[in-house]
């Protein structure tokens, strides 16, 4: 019987044993990937100050590539890449150059430039940042045929001499080249021994948030705890979700059922799909700048007052409204998408007065229904070619506008309409009275192609000149140019994000960063 007893009890305590054993594991096991895991559609609440934040935001994206910032032509992922990857020098709301990755940069000539990177950033994998890895973003950039091309493509050879230090070399003096260290950088040793192009890893970044699942609906990012200011600032955002859809018409109508809470789109037409109530917007200027450029070689064109005369002639509310029905936004000048450096001293506005007064100050004569001059003893009379590709619509309803405009001030203007071919021989000749065209602004201040050496309007002021490459003078460059008028700005794209009305935080967009300040986002509940 004592041995019948002490066997119950002994099988008892195994028992009990197992039992604790088997909770141990089961708590463990639940709390390691309790930290690893997010549900994407749990909406975890805080409670800051009087109002309850929820912890995650979610956002659309269509026709998706891949969240390789070096290998994305998707322009939306292009933006949110931002959030999980640093460049060397990132660009304020106001394209202000701050530091990043990098924290100084000195000239060492016109053609070598050398950085130094903050060596306490870590990648999310806990290592380092180190020289090499912007060497091996480059060379993947220029081996891939990234969008990042132009950034890099006078970038000679790269230098690291130490684990903190770059070297640019390159192959021509470049105005502000500090302007183009803004590519974001990846790890050279997460991709060693991987084909950089067909590599099947998450992207690993330094950012504020990190890639944490991707799969055939969703891409999660998380709150990286590497991230440099982690420590001393928590973005009000705990997670983004991106639901991948087929079409941007798709997230439109996932918006306005809620389910989206931020669309960026530059569509016009976009309260056809999400009405015009229930939402907020925050629009900001695109980069897309077009202008109307002369060649101030032609014999009238060279005369300064014909090209103030035609700018005072322009009304540029007209044409965004009747043409663009407010699509665009009247544009001035090359850097008057928000840079801080614009300066519209001295800038022509519409006055129909002062473009016939402008002439006749400038010996010009109103004879006949037309404007005339004697020059060198001949008589010029104002009847110009306006040349204009057919195959943009848009820009062949902006020259006939044009047009109109200025037959109103009795200044004669005859569209030519041609074909692609053409119309880039005529511009690369600079073979023309006028022509209507347009640039994607960079965010370099970088203002030679318009007033430099051998620039698009063939113009020459030495003073000018001479003032455009150095952040302390472009202002005074811009009022020589506004009050000179080589070329007419006329209008740019605008971009839009449409914003649940219950995210709130400090908008600050621009087309470079559309997420700026994002660690001061959130929605609401």
Same mark, same amino acid.
């Given at each position: ?73 998707? /322009?939306?992922? +292009? $933006?949110? %890449? ?5 460049? =060397?020098?990132?660009? &304020?709301?106001? @394209? ?92 050279? /040793?997460?991709? +060693? $021994?991987? %084909? ?5 890893? =998450?992207?690993?970044? &330094?950012?504020? @948030? ?316």
């Amino acid at each position: 019987m004592r041995s019948s007893g002490n066997n119950f009890f002994k099988y008892i305590f195994i028992l009990v044993v197992i039992g604790l054993i088997g909770g141990a594991v089961y708590i463990l096991y639940y709390s390691n990937n309790s930290e690893n895991e997010v549900d994407i559609d749990e909406e975890n609440v805080t409670v800051s100050g009087d109002i309850s934040i929820v912890e995650n935001i979610k956002m659309g994206i269509s026709n998706f590539d891949t969240m390789n910032p070096i290998l994305t032509k998707n /322009r939306e992922i +292009i $933006n949110i %890449d931002k959030l999980v990857f640093d460049s =060397i020098f990132n660009i &304020t709301s106001d @394209y202000r150059l701050e530091t990043s990755l990098g924290k100084s940069i000195s000239k060492n000539s016109d053609t070598s430039y050398e950085v130094k990177l903050d060596s306490s950033i870590k990648w999310q994998d806990g290592s380092t940042l180190i020289a090499t890895d912007v060497k091996y973003t480059i060379e993947q950039i220029k081996n891939t045929n990234s969008i990042y091309l132009p950034n890099v493509q006078d970038i000679a050879s790269v230098e690291t001499p130490d684990s903190e230090t770059v070297i640019f070399n390159l192959t021509r003096n470049i105005p502000f080249f500090e302007y183009n260290l803004t590519f974001p950088i990846v790890s050279s /040793r997460y991709y +060693i $021994n991987e %084909d950089f192009a067909n590599s099947g890893k =998450i992207p690993m970044g &330094t950012g504020m @948030y990190k890639i944490a699942s991707i799969n055939d609906d969703n891409i999660l990012l998380i709150m990286n705890d590497k991230w440099k200011n982690f420590k001393t600032f928590t973005p009000r955002t705990q997670s983004i979700t991106l639901h991948k859809y087929n079409a941007i018409g798709e997230i439109f109508n996932t918006f306005k059922l809620g389910n989206i809470d931020i669309v960026n789109t530059y569509m016009t037409n976009y309260n056809n799909y999400v009405g015009t109530i229930g939402y907020n917007k925050k629009e900001y200027a695109g980069r897309d700048y077009d202008f109307l450029s002369f060649n101030c070689n032609d014999n009238i064109l060279a005369d300064s007052s014909v090209r103030k005369a035609i700018a005072y002639a322009i009304n540029k509310d007209n044409i965004v409204s009747t043409i663009f029905e407010y699509s665009k936004v009247a544009a001035n000048a090359p850097l008057d998408y928000g840079s801080f450096l614009y300066n519209g001293e001295g800038t022509i506005t519409y006055n129909q007065d002062m473009a016939k007064k402008t002439l006749m100050d400038g010996g010009w004569s109103y004879t006949n229904n037309r404007w005339q001059k004697s020059i060198n003893g001949y008589v010029k009379r104002i009847n110009l070619s306006l040349v204009v590709n057919a195959s943009n619509p848009d820009r062949v309803k902006v020259a006939n506008n044009l047009k109109s405009q200025l037959a109103e001030v009795g200044i004669l203007i005859n569209v030519v309409q041609v074909n692609d071919d053409r119309y880039y021989n005529y511009l690369n000749n600079k073979d023309y009275q006028l022509i209507l065209t347009g640039v994607s602004n960079s965010v370099s201040p970088d203002l030679t192609y318009f007033y430099g050496n051998g620039n698009i309007s063939n113009y020459y002021n030495g003073d000018l000149i001479s003032k455009l490459y150095s952040i302390d003078s472009i202002k005074e460059a811009q009022k020589i140019a506004n009050e000179e008028v080589p070329h007419i700005g006329l209008y740019r794209n605008k971009g839009t994000i449409i914003l649940n009305s219950s995210v709130g935080g400090d908008f600050a967009p621009n087309w470079n960063n559309l997420y700026y300040n994002f660690d001061k986002w959130y929605r609401q509940q």
